[in-house]
């Protein structure tokens, strides 16, 4: 994965000093990412990337979050896994986005849920989650 893996390494070195990624470079490195031919194999590691970033502005929806939800019915699965385990500001996003789809509702609200009573999880995530909640149990 040495080509997956530089591009995400140029992705993470252009987050400035705001928390915010340089959108170009990030379109420019999952275009390689996608002329290298890889596909939800990568999902896992650009989950890895929010991760470690989750305050992190990578765009809305963003080019990184355009490639991951092409491969709508394989993602889902990891994403939950990934907002169980280090809530970021743009999975909990995307999490709401499944639900506004209709993709396991029932399954994400209860993750949603449970994130916003977590006492490990930054405020700003919180309320972000919060907001989320609401909305949902309004519409």
Not at 17 to 24: G, H, M, N, P, S
Not at 99 to 116: R, S, V
Request: hydrophobic share 40%; with cysteine; glycine share 6%.
């Amino acid at each position: 994965m040495e080509i997956l893996e530089q591009e995400i390494a140029k992705i993470e070195e252009s987050i400035d000093e705001y928390d915010e990624v340089d959108t170009l470079v990030m379109h420019d490195s999952i275009n390689a990412i996608t002329n290298a031919g890889y596909k939800s194999d990568a999902v896992e590691p650009l989950l890895q990337l929010f991760e470690r970033h989750p305050k992190a502005y990578f765009g809305d929806p963003g080019a990184i979050v355009d490639f991951i939800e092409q491969f709508g019915g394989e993602y889902e699965n990891s994403l939950a896994a990934s907002v169980k385990r280090t809530p970021t500001i743009t999975t909990v996003w995307m999490l709401n986005r499944c639900i506004n789809a209709g993709e396991h509702t029932e399954e994400f609200m209860d993750i949603l849920k449970e994130i916003a009573g977590r006492t490990d999880v930054d405020k700003d995530i919180k309320e972000s989650v919060q907001e989320f909640v609401n909305f949902q149990a309004n519409r």
